[in-house]
């Protein structure tokens, strides 16, 4: 009988220490979390980070703080999340650029997407636009092949990297028109647009979130949006597809975590994310960036999408022949 009783005396302990143990357990953030960008500010991908992580802290009562950490197209900062704690305070706004093309590039990096890191939760889209000076004699992309073609292959273009989406925008263009030029890989999209505004380069592929601003204040034209259908905010630009059918090319931002992070903490920025790009002032806010919000992705379908982007973009790499920076 006392064995029976020491027995359950020792369970109702044991339940007891667990219960305790679960209710100290800290309530996932309980500090805050590091949002990195792996390009400079102002960027696209930059400019989908802090809209955000602005209301992930209004969300959880936790501040998520960005922090740009440019190079490689990305891979530095991706390198940096992949070996970090996995414990969800660290976490990577990441695109096809850092997830799929840059890790076909930079072999010096060595980072596999679907092994170091998991999906949390989709964030949008933004479609890219072809853009020159307001001044230039360019007004279409029609004008734009034919001065490559009459430059003989010194036509400049410029990017926020090699491997990010605009320059594969370019390079994509470049091989379905059969022309060739030169590409000029800035720290970000800021600079290029910066040196498009002086005159230094003749054009560039752009997220529309990024020279939205300049298109309506005049001093960019836009030539062509690089979506599959025409951007609601620019009616009258027409796709690059109209001209070169098949050609499609967007930006997709995801928050990303280190492989192993909890179920419960991947769970919670999933739930908490999807609940706000549902948001009317969410979406709002990103149709004035020129962006499309998109929410319905699991952390698992997230998963398997960045596998398929993987593929997808590796035979674009081998098909325009991009070679990695030096």
């Known amino acids: 009988m006392k064995l029976a009783t020491l027995s359950i005396a020792l369970g109702l302990a044991m339940f007891a220490s667990i219960a305790a143990s679960r209710a100290q357990a800290p309530k996932y953030p309980d500090h805050p979390v590091k949002v990195l960008v792996g390009f400079s500010a102002g960027g696209g991908t930059d400019v989908a980070a802090r809209v955000i992580a602005q209301k992930l802290s209004e969300a959880t009562g936790q501040t998520f703080v960005v922090e740009n950490r440019p190079g490689a197209s990305g891979l530095i900062a991706s390198e940096q999340v992949a070996k970090s704690p996995a414990d969800g305070y660290t976490i990577l706004v990441g695109s096809q650029t850092t997830m799929a093309v840059a890790p076909a590039l930079y072999r010096k990096i060595q980072i596999d997407a679907t092994k170091d ?15 020159v000076n307001a001044n230039s004699p360019i007004r279409s992309i029609q004008d734009l092949v034919a001065e490559a073609k009459a430059k003989n292959g010194t036509m400049n273009f410029g990017s926020g990297g090699v491997g990010t989406t605009p320059h594969m925008a370019g390079e994509l ?24 505004l002086g005159g230094q380069i003749p054009f560039m592929f752009s997220n529309l979130s990024v020279v939205g601003g300049n298109i309506q204040g005049g001093t960019l034209r836009a030539l062509a949006v690089t979506s599959a259908k025409r951007v609601p905010s620019l009616p009258d630009v027409p796709t690059v597809a109209e001209t070169f059918p098949g050609f499609e090319a967007a930006t997709w931002f995801a928050l990303i975590a280190p492989a192993g992070t909890p179920r419960d903490v991947v769970m919670r920025i999933n739930a908490e994310t999807r609940k706000i790009v549902a948001t009317k002032d969410f979406q709002e806010r990103f149709d004035k960036l020129g962006m499309i919000p998109d929410q319905d992705r699991t952390p698992d379908e997230i998963n398997a999408y960045v596998k398929s982007e993987m593929s997808k973009w590796a035979k674009v790499i081998q098909d325009a022949g991009v070679k990695p920076a030096d």
């Open 117 to 131: 890191f998991t999906g949390l939760a989709m964030i949008g889209i933004s479609p890219l636009v072809a853009v």
């Open 173 to 196: 263009l470049a091989f379905q028109a059969g022309i060739k030029m030169v590409h000029i890989a800035y720290r970000g999209e800021a600079p290029g647009i910066n040196d498009l």
